[in-house]
């Protein structure tokens, strides 16, 4: 193989497909490549798509170019696993997606006039359509292994296609609130019954969740900005607690919540 770096897709990936057979090769190979399975890589996967999610958060082109390129490796790895079983290669797997998204997209590959507002109609009635006539429940399609939040908003986005949704923000903010009271219900109890308040607290997550599709608000997302908001904050109380104090050992709450609202008027201070 040549050490050139080819300078067109279609031959980049050749050479990335290429170094996936010789790792993967038994006599020659990268031992630990030949150990993996389809199994086994799961949880890298998992872990490259949120490092690429991490990088594209953070705005850092050559990062998320890096992560991309990991996460692709490992597409191109179950794709060489695959063809080892004979069961798909990469050239499969690529037709696959492209077949589907032609089929997916009348509107645009077929010449079909779709209203915007229309889209995901057509897009579930395609989907139906693909899966035949063997009935399934509404929300069978949704892994149940998503993250909670994504798991969340998937199933409240397909009960509101058929109509089982809130009609506004307002009776969702309600809601909200009613379940805060039902975690405070719980909390106030004479003995704490432990299932209980975690199904509350559970209750107030998704109704959260609900309130945030209500108002276009994606809340993985919301939730992700608003711990790195935090994440950045708290670095700035331990840089100040450092140069005051020696560190963040031995402070106690008053003396922390001090360079917390600190931290804060700076920010607020910036031009």
């Known amino acids: 193989m040549s050490d050139a770096k080819?300078?067109?897709?279609?031959?980049?990936?050749?050479?990335?497909?290429?170094?996936?057979?010789?790792?993967?090769?038994?006599?020659?190979?990268?031992?630990?490549?030949?150990?993996?399975?389809?199994?086994?890589?799961?949880?890298?996967?998992?872990?490259?798509?949120?490092?690429?999610?991490?990088?594209?958060?953070?705005?850092?082109?050559?990062?998320?170019?890096?992560?991309l390129g990991d996460l692709l490796f490992q597409i191109v790895f179950y794709a060489q696993i695959g063809a080892e079983q004979e069961l798909f290669d990469f050239t499969d797997i690529a037709n696959a997606i492209s077949d589907k998204m032609v089929r997916r997209h009348p509107?645009?590959?077929?010449?079909?006039?779709?209203?915007?507002?229309?889209?995901?109609?057509?897009?579930?009635?395609i989907k139906a359509t693909e899966q035949g006539d063997t009935p399934n429940a509404l929300l069978d399609s949704i892994p149940v292994g998503l993250p909670a939040?994504?798991?969340?908003?998937?199933?409240?986005?397909?009960?509101a296609r058929v109509g089982f949704d809130w009609p506004g923000v307002a009776p969702v903010l309600d809601?909200?609130?009613?379940?805060?009271?039902?975690?405070?219900?719980?909390?106030?109890?004479?003995e704490r019954d432990q299932a209980a308040l975690e199904a509350e607290i559970g209750d107030a997550?998704?109704?959260?969740?609900?309130?945030?599709?209500?108002?276009?608000?994606?809340?993985?997302?919301?939730?992700?900005?608003?711990?790195?908001?935090?994440?950045?904050?708290?670095?700035q109380v331990e840089i100040l607690a450092t140069s005051m104090y020696g560190g963040l050992e031995g402070r106690d709450l008053a003396e922390l919540e001090a360079l917390w609202q600190q931290v804060k008027a700076s920010e607020i201070n910036q031009p």
């Open 175 to 190: 809601k909200v609130r009613e379940e805060i009271e039902e975690i405070q219900a719980e909390l106030d109890a004479e």
């Open 149 to 159: 939040l994504m798991y969340a908003q998937k199933i409240q986005k397909k009960c």
């Open 6 to 67: 080819p300078t067109n897709p279609a031959g980049a990936l050749e050479r990335l497909l290429h170094i996936m057979v010789r790792l993967r090769d038994p006599d020659g190979g990268c031992p630990w490549d030949v150990q993996q399975t389809m199994q086994s890589l799961t949880r890298y996967t998992l872990e490259e798509a949120y490092e690429a999610v991490d990088a594209i958060e953070r705005n850092a082109p050559d990062e998320i170019k890096d992560e």
């Open 107 to 125: 509107h645009v590959f077929a010449a079909a006039q779709t209203h915007e507002s229309q889209l995901d109609k057509q897009w579930e009635a």
């Open 205 to 235: 997550f998704f109704a959260l969740v609900n309130l945030a599709r209500h108002c276009q608000v994606d809340a993985d997302a919301a939730l992700r900005r608003a711990s790195q908001k935090f994440s950045g904050r708290f670095g």
